[in-house]
């Protein structure tokens, strides 16, 4: 196949672009444009189960939306994901985010009530909001269930928002809504997960089983025909989604999207060949590698795979 030059013309289409990318033979266009191409395989095959898994920094942008529409759509099948996730979205319900610039004066902003993160600002409040709304949550889960797995926990909290005005606004909304399983490995590690905590204190009998969800995503994988992921960034959400799928002779479609180097030894920047060394990849899987920021990547994906159906 030859390399052509990109066309760009008036009142073309992202699908239209992403076509152009792929016969440009660019570097990350390429790509990107394949990335496009193995999403729309898996999605349209009937016999994958679609894994997502994603960091909770783009939670905190605009990107959400492109999150809760793969899910409310129901173009992916499983979430993975971080505790962060659950923060920023509920958060983002009850309270804004705002646009901010990586060279702000930290001390200045936390001085004046905003955390950071890259180049958006978070009032201090959304934390606040989420013991506010969050604690008369889980008070009524507890009469309900006083033991329950990440994801039914988070089934539940999508269940108790239905009616709020921003609701439909919320990945965990529609994860509920649509019965996409949405495990979080890492509960503690958040907001979230504090609130957990601070419950506990006064209710010793409520437990959140994570052996549960594995009990879960082990029938999830050896039940499914062929597994794909979509695999956002890196950490705990990554892994666990490759690691399930070891067992079942490795994901068959597969696309990393991350910043991250591989040579500092990191799985954030592991690219899917090291996941072959494992087996959490198949060796015959349709996959790539693709670097560069998911805030720009992502919805350029979604977009063009969206134009397809």
């Known amino acids: 196949m030859k390399v052509e030059d990109i066309e760009l013309r008036r009142g073309m289409t992202v699908n239209d672009l992403i076509k152009e990318l792929n016969k440009s033979g660019g570097f990350t266009a390429k790509d990107v444009a394949l990335a496009v191409e193995i999403f729309e395989e898996m999605v349209r095959d009937e016999d994958c189960t679609v894994f997502l898994s994603f960091p909770a920094c ?114 965990v909304y529609w994860c509920y809504k649509n019965k996409i399983p949405i495990f979080v490995p890492g509960i503690t590690d958040g907001s979230f997960g504090c609130q957990l905590w601070m419950f506990y204190q006064t209710h010793r009998d409520f437990t959140i089983d994570v052996l549960r969800d594995e009990d879960e995503l082990c029938e999830i994988v050896f039940e499914a025909e062929r597994t794909g992921a979509l695999i956002v960034g890196g950490g705990i959400s990554k892994h666990h989604t490759i690691w399930w799928n070891q067992f ?48 720009v990547i992502l919805p350029l994906i979604f977009a063009s795979l969206l134009e397809r159906f």
């Open 58 to 171: 783009i939670v905190a942008t605009g990107t959400r939306g492109v999150i809760r529409d793969l899910v409310r759509l129901k173009l992916v099948d499983v979430v993975v994901t971080t505790c962060g996730t659950i923060d920023h979205d509920l958060a983002r319900i009850w309270r804004d985010y705002y646009h901010g610039s990586f060279s702000l004066d930290d001390v200045e902003l936390y001085r004046s009530g905003f955390h950071r993160i890259g180049n958006i600002k978070v009032p201090r409040e959304s934390y606040g909001v989420l013991e506010e709304k969050i604690h008369p949550i889980l008070e009524e889960i507890y009469r309900e269930k006083k033991r329950l797995s990440t994801r039914e926990l988070i089934w539940e909290v999508g269940r108790r928002i239905e009616f709020e005005r921003n609701a439909e606004s919320s990945i």
């Open 248 to 295: 079942v002779g490795g994901l068959d479609f597969a696309i990393y999207i991350t910043t991250a180097v591989e040579w500092d030894g990191s799985l954030s920047g592991a690219r899917v060949g090291e996941a072959i060394s494992w087996g959490k990849v198949n060796e015959r899987a349709k996959y790539v590698n693709v670097y560069g920021d998911a805030t």
